[in-house]
C-alpha cells in the first residue's frame, strides 16, 4: 500500500477525527493541491520541508512520522508581527533576504501557506527570491491566495487532517493582509518556478502549486 | 520505590557543563551543556536554557534556547518555548507552545523501510491530533472544490 493509500485511511469517513465547523474561527475544508505537494515528498527518501507558518504539533507529527521529512519551522509570522509592532514594516524584505540560511536548492518542499498576502511588494519579492533560491529542482512550493482583502487582523493555522482536508484556526495578527494579488501578479513573484496546478476553491482561497524545473 | 528527581531552583544559575544520572527538573538559568543521557530532562516553567541538551527524554514547560536531542521523546508543553533544533524520534508540541528551528525524527521516507518499532500510529501522535481533530459520529466535514 502506497504512503497516499494510508493517508487515505486517516480521511474522516475512516477514521480520523475532524471537528466540524461550529464556531467563526474554525473550519474544515477539502484541499486540491495538497496531495500532489505531497507526492513530492513522498518521492524522496529523506525529503526536506520548509514551512513557514506557525508550529502546529499534528503537522510536524504528520511529515516527521508519516513521511519521514526533517522539517524546518520558520514561523515568519511571528516575524512580521515584531517588525509592524515595531513600526518597521518596511525594513521588513531586508531582513527577508537574509532570514534563510538553507543551502541553496536543499529544500523539497515549502509551505508558503497565505503569508504572501500579508506583505507588502518589495518583502513579497524578496521572499519570493529566496524560497526560489532554496527549492531543489523538481521541489515544490504551495501557496494560498485570498481573493478578498478582509477587514479583521488575523493569522491562520492550517492543520492537516489528512492529504485532501485542511482545518483552520485563526489567530489575531498586527495587521490584516495587504492585498488580494491577481494571479498574473502571483506568477510575476516566481519567474523561475512554473504552476503546476491551480485551483480556486469554494471558500475563494486560491490554491496555487509551483514547481521548480529540473 | 521512588525515583529521586533533582531540582534546580528558580534562583540558580549555572554556567558550563551541567551532567547527572538521575531525572532532572530545572527552574533555574542554565547556560552552556546539559547531558541526561538515560533520563528525563524537565525544564519547569521558570526555567531559562541557553544550552545544548541531550537527553532520553525532554519535557518544556520554559524556554530553550539550544539543539535538544533526546533518544525517546521531546515534549513542548503549552506555555514552553524552544529555539532551535530537535533530534528525536517522537516529537509532541502542545497548541500554544512556540517553537522555531528543525525538527529531525530521523525516520526514513515512505518509499524506504520504516525504522523496527516506531509506527505512524504512535499514541502520542494519536494523542496530539485528538487534541486538535474531534469527530461528531453524525456530521462529515463540508466538502468544497474549485
Redesign the interface.
Given at each position: 500500500m502506497?504512503?497516499l493509500d494510508?493517508l487515505a485511511s486517516r480521511r474522516?469517513?475512516v477514521g480520523?477525527?475532524?471537528?466540524?465547523?461550529d464556531s467563526a474561527d474554525q473550519s474544515?475544508?477539502?484541499t486540491?493541491a495538497l496531495r500532489q505537494f505531497l507526492s513530492t515528498?513522498?518521492?524522496?527518501?529523506?525529503?526536506v520541508l520548509l514551512d513557514l507558518g506557525q508550529?502546529?504539533?499534528?503537522n510536524?507529527?504528520f511529515f516527521?512520522?508519516?513521511?519521514?521529512?526533517?522539517?524546518?519551522?520558520?514561523?515568519l509570522f511571528?516575524d512580521l508581527d515584531r517588525f509592524v509592532r515595531q513600526d518597521k514594516a518596511e525594513e521588513f524584505s531586508e531582513f527577508l533576504k537574509a532570514r534563510f540560511p538553507q543551502e541553496d536548492a536543499s529544500i523539497d518542499g515549502i509551505l508558503c501557506w497565505d503569508l504572501i498576502d500579508y506583505l507588502d511588494r518589495p518583502a513579497a519579492e524578496a521572499l519570493a527570491a529566496q524560497l526560489t533560491r532554496v527549492l531543489r529542482p523538481g521541489g515544490a512550493l504551495l501557496g494560498f491566495f485570498g481573493t478578498a482583502q478582509p477587514r479583521d487582523a488575523h493569522y491562520t493555522r492550517h492543520?492537516i487532517?489528512d492529504d485532501i482536508?485542511l482545518?483552520y484556526r485563526t489567530y489575531p495578527a498586527e495587521r490584516g493582509r495587504q492585498a488580494a494579488l491577481l494571479n498574473r501578479d502571483i506568477i510575476r513573484l516566481f519567474p523561475r518556478l512554473r504552476v503546476s496546478d491551480s485551483?480556486?476553491?469554494?471558500?475563494n482561497l486560491r490554491e496555487i502549486l509551483f514547481r521548480k524545473p529540473t | 520505590m521512588e525515583k529521586d528527581i533533582v531540582n534546580i531552583g528558580k534562583s540558580v544559575v549555572i554556567k558550563g557543563e551541567l551532567n547527572g544520572s538521575e531525572d532532572l527538573t530545572i527552574e533555574g538559568h542554565v547556560e552552556g551543556t546539559i547531558e541526561l543521557r538515560e533520563h528525563v530532562l524537565t525544564i519547569g516553567p521558570n526555567g531559562r536554557i541557553k544550552a545544548q541538551v541531550f537527553a532520553k527524554s525532554v519535557i518544556v514547560l520554559g524556554e530553550v534556547n539550544g539543539n535538544v536531542t533526546a533518544s525517546e521523546k521531546v515534549d513542548?508543553r503549552e506555555k514552553g518555548s524552544v529555539d532551535g533544533d530537535i533530534i528525536s524520534p517522537r516529537?509532541?508540541?502542545?497548541?500554544g507552545?512556540?517553537?522555531?528551528?528543525?525538527?529531525?525524527?530521523q525516520?526514513?521516507?515512505?518509499?524506504?523501510s520504516q525504522v523496527p518499532g516506531?509506527s505512524?500510529s504512535?499514541p502520542?501522535?494519536k494523542a496530539?491530533?485528538?487534541?486538535?481533530?474531534?469527530?461528531?459520529a453524525a456530521?462529515?466535514?463540508?466538502?468544497?472544490?474549485?
Open positions: 502506497g504512503l494510508r474522516p469517513d480520523v477525527l475532524v471537528r466540524p465547523a474544515v475544508f477539502t486540491k515528498l513522498t518521492a524522496r527518501e529523506t525529503p508550529v502546529i504539533g499534528t510536524v507529527n516527521g512520522q508519516e513521511l519521514g521529512c526533517k522539517i524546518f519551522v520558520e514561523d511571528r492543520l487532517v482536508t482545518q485551483f480556486l476553491l469554494k471558500n | 513542548i516529537v509532541a508540541i502542545a497548541e507552545a512556540h517553537f522555531r528551528g528543525s525538527v529531525d525524527m525516520r526514513k521516507g515512505p518509499n524506504q516506531q505512524p504512535h502520542d501522535a496530539q491530533g485528538n487534541k486538535t481533530a474531534t469527530q461528531s456530521t462529515t466535514p463540508q466538502r468544497v472544490g474549485a
